[in-house]
């Protein structure tokens, strides 16, 4: 496109995509402008277009401006790889103009000279709304380049930019800038300004700014001042001021603060604020421009982020928002023919009104919202008696919408039951009645004795040195409170005596032990602190069990036909000779969601062991710092077929095999959406595997070792007599002596589809895969080093394989996403995807059309790339 009529704003292009476009002449005009040229006095409207590729010899790849008048809107614009020989890859604004730029994303963009994104002489340049991530430049401005020009900046980010000489991101020469709730991080110069650099009397003010982990080869990490007459002011910034360079006596500081702002994930680009960051509310609502009422991402830009009643700006680009979040955590009680309490749930966070729905009541019950909040009333039918599953989904106005759903439980008890019982430790007594705080019991066995069917025993903070607390079959819901101190919660202490609980009498669901923590429980046969069999499937939520010991099932033991369930408990510091946290046997089937398990030890299986015709259901729990004197550093599985989906494996160990996992003689283990980092063992630092045929889908295996120095197989998986199938599955930066990711030997068959094998190690041979003389692997759509093959067996990467780097955003801080430009995209085969598997490792949909060429195609690897 051309402007140089006097093109005014009522002139406008949108919704377009401008690619490749190219002005490679020797001199203006027909070397700048690739994609538009605007000049004399021309301000045309530019909206929702799509700006890459474009190139120009001298300026302006995509976009060149000239002529005091020259002022074109720049509106819901990206602006990715396009590049000039000279300077401002994607736009450059000459003599005098004045380009208004919103809501603009410009990523990838180089220059040669300076200005990698956009470069601005003798011109106004205001710019809103913005991200800058990945541009690049040989000399100044790794995003921006200013010279002798106003600029100014409110509500942009800048992050991974870079430049060969000064300036990671932004460089002012003679210029006047004015920067307002910006963030500036992992920006980078080689020589001065990892962020900022001022020269030649260029004046910066930044105002409610972050400015944090840039980095600057020679001086000036943050800021560099690099003369006398120039100067930088900072109010209200947050900013590591370690990282000031050059004239520091030019820098001002007024009410600024110097710690790390607590980003939400820096390795994926996420500059959003935790909840602990300093930088919520600490900045100063007069720095704020009048118009400006939203953040970068679109939020309200003054909130009341520490919920203190004062609405006070944050600092840097992006708003802390109060996550939308249903409030209510439990449900009243209710009884058959009797009616029930009306009961209001009620939302907080998000962007009102709220819309909600609710599904799972007992029959006699309804439910309806009253404006944002919801009604639940009724009386519960006869036949109704039992614990409900209520799940409860609250969505908000937002754009996109944001939606939260729970489960919670509501007991109905028959008809003339419900009693509450007390239990007080420390000032109840056995001789009460039990019937309210103060008259309460002082044992939880002198409770449970007493109560009856959907009875609702409470117990107080305090420790109960307790053994062998028996349910009796008895459907009781055993609840801790924190009734005698805020935020505490009773402790069942065995003192070594004994166990803490036992059910083999076939209790069900509704027999619950709710938010305990259960110590010190020693036995020298099964279950230290818990055990579980003929037909009992109790439900344990909500508790903590430490240094319990056992000689299988250091915590809990299961057998014998039991399904226990097992939510949000945390496993710390128990032992067994197997089974440390977790030991499932004769035909049992545990369910154990949410749960953490760290620091266990055993001969076998140091957080579970599941043997003998056991299945197990392991859903988001996550395993850390587990030893095992021998085999299955977190997970030994002699069992059915476990399906593990959604956990995460690091740092634990095996000193024999299997760092993470073991699955030995024909475990069918499915793993499902796992991560495995940092594990180790003698064979196989991530996962080992005899005589069986795991599934592994979306699973990444990332820095798993093996110890030995000889004979040291299978940095992440190494596989004996066994058949593993393995699906879109990343192998990266693992190490071992023979076979980098994979060591298969004695008869096995590994079959690879959609994977990525790539920068793995091995010490003698085999970087990604080693295959001995009686094995085989077959690699279907993979990307592979294929020079990183060992052993005499047969490897076939003969069907749609590629030998190409995957370019992963930032493997060394483990970030194994897909960038843009990645050979991965769209290369895989949909027909290799398991059904029902429609996400990847992230949670997003697993096959979309990632090159814009209309057809979704998986991609290779754990990760889908999000265009």
């Known amino acids: 496109f051309y402007f140089g009529s006097g093109e005014e704003k009522d002139s406008v292009i949108e919704n377009f995509t401008i690619k490749n476009g190219k002005k490679d002449g020797a001199s203006y005009p027909d070397s700048t402008g690739g994609a538009i040229l605007c000049e004399n006095n021309s301000s045309p409207a530019i909206v929702n277009c799509a700006f890459s590729g474009n190139s120009a010899n001298w300026s302006g790849g995509a976009i060149y401006c000239e002529n005091s008048s020259s002022g074109p809107t720049v509106t819901n614009c990206t602006f990715s790889g396009n590049s000039a020989n000279g300077d401002g890859g994607a736009i450059s604004c000459w003599s005098y103009s004045s380009p208004t730029l919103s809501n603009c994303t410009f990523s990838g963009n180089s220059a040669n000279g300076d200005g990698g994104a956009i470069y601005c002489v003798f011109s106004d340049l205001s710019i809103t709304g913005c991200t800058f991530s990945g541009n690049g430049v040989v000399d100044y401005g790794g995003a921006i380049y200013c010279w002798e020009s106003s600029l100014v900046l409110t509500n942009c980010a800048f992050s991974g930019n870079s430049a060969n000489g000064d300036g990671g991101a932004v460089y002012c020469k003679s210029c006047t800038s004015s920067i307002v709730n910006c963030t500036f991080s992992a920006n980078r110069a080689n020589w001065f300004g990892g962020a900022i650099e001022c ?29 006398s007459g120039s100067s930088c002011t900072l109010n209200s910034c947050c900013v590591d001021n370690t990282g000031y360079g050059g004239q520091r006596r030019n820098i001002t500081e007024n009410n600024c603060i110097y710690d790390d702002p607590q980003f939400v994930d820096t390795a994926n680009g996420d ?9 919520i509310d600490a900045g100063d609502n007069s720095l704020v ?15 009341d982020g520490d919920n203190d009643g004062n609405a006070v700006v944050d600092i840097g680009a992006y708003e802390y928002q109060l996550s939308l979040q249903i409030t209510a955590t439990t449900l009243p009680d209710g009884e058959e023919g009797v009616s029930y309490p009306t009961t209001t749930l009620n939302a907080t966070g998000g962007t009102p009104p709220y819309t909600w729905s609710v599904s799972g009541l007992p029959s006699g ?27 409860v989904t609250v969505s908000d106005s937002s754009s996109p919408t944001q939606s939260v759903s729970v489960t919670l439980q509501l007991v109905v008890n028959p008809a003339g039951s419900g009693t509450t019982w007390y239990v007080d430790g420390i000032n109840g007594s056995d001789s009460n009645g039990g019937s309210s705080w103060s008259d309460a019991f002082a044992t939880i066995g002198k409770a449970l004795s007493v ?21 009796n079959g008895k459907k009781i ?28 009498s076939g209790e069900t669901k509704d027999s619950v032990v709710d938010n305990f923590t259960i110590k010190n429980g020693v036995v020298f046969d099964d279950g230290g602190a818990l055990y579980c069999c003929d037909d009992s499937s109790p439900t344990i939520t909500n508790c903590t069990f430490s240094g319990n010991s056992a000689g299988c099932g250091g915590a809990i033991y299961c057998c014998d036909n039991s399904s226990p369930t097992i939510t949000n408990c945390t496993f710390s510091g128990n032992s067994a000779g197997y089974g440390a946290a977790i030991y499932c046997n ?35 729990c996550a395993f850390s710092g587990n030893k095992a004197n021998n085999d299955g550093g977190a997970i030994y599985c002699d069992c059915r077929s476990p399906s593990i989906t959604g956990c995460t494996f690091s740092h634990n160990s095996a000193t024999r095999y299997g760092g993470a996992i073991y699955c030995y003689s024909s475990s069918r283990a499915t793993v499902t959406n796992c991560t495995f980092s940092s594990n180790s063992a003698f064979w196989g630092g991530a996962i080992c595997c005899f005589a069986s045929s795991p599934i592994l889908t979306n699973c990444l295996f990332s820095g798993n070792s093996v110890t030995g120095v000889t004979f040291s197989y299978g940095g992440a998986i190494c596989c004996e007599f066994g058949n593993p199938r393995i699906k879109n599955c990343t192998f990266s930066g693992n190490s071992a002596g023979d076979g980098g990711a994979i060591y298969c030997f004695d008869n096995s068959t590994m079959i690879l589809d959609n994977c990525i094998l790539w920068g793995d190690s091995a010490g003698s041979s085999g970087n990604e895969i080693y295959i001995d003389a009686t094995s085989s692997c077959t690699l279907n759509f993979c990307c592979v080093e294929n020079k990183g093959y060992g052993g005499g067996g047969s490897i076939d990467d003969t069907n749609n394989c590629i030998s190409a780097d995957p370019q992963f955003v930032d493997p060394k801080n483990g970030d194994f996403h897909l960038e843009s430009t990645s050979p991965c995209i769209d290369t895989g085969e949909n027909s290799l995807v398991p059904s029902g598997v429609d996400k990847d490792l992230n949670g997003k949909q697993r096959t979309v059309d990632g090159n814009n060429d209309g057809k979704a195609i998986v991609d290779i690897g754990a990760y889908e790339y999000q265009p």
């Open 477 to 504: 819901y055993l609840k801790g409170v924190d009734h005698n101190n805020a935020g505490q919660r009773p402790v069942i202490d065995c003192q070594g005596k004994g166990r803490a609980f036992y059910f083999g």
């Open 199 to 227: 020269y030649s009397n260029g004046s910066v003010i930044l105002n409610n700014c972050i400015l944090w982990g840039n980095l600057a080869g020679i001086g000036g990490d943050e800021i560099y001042i690099s003369d």
């Open 451 to 471: 109560a009856g069917d959907y009875d609702l025993v409470l117990v107080a903070d305090a420790t109960y040195n307790e053994t062998d607390l028996n349910f």
């Open 271 to 279: 500059y959003h604020l935790k909840d602990v960051s300093p930088c």
């Open 586 to 620: 004769s035909f049992s089937r545990a369910t154990v969601i949410d749960c953490v398990f760290s620091d266990n030890s055993a001969w076998d299986g140091s957080a579970i062991y599941c043997y003998d015709k056991s299945r197990l259901t392991l859903v988001g």
């Open 289 to 303: 421009p009048s118009a400006v009422n939203k953040d970068l991402g679109g939020d309200d830009r003054v909130v």
């Open 365 to 391: 019950l309804t439910w309806s919202q009253v404006g944002d909040a919801v009604e639940i009333s009724g009386t519960p039918a006869s036949g109704t008696a039992g614990t409900h599953d209520v799940d």
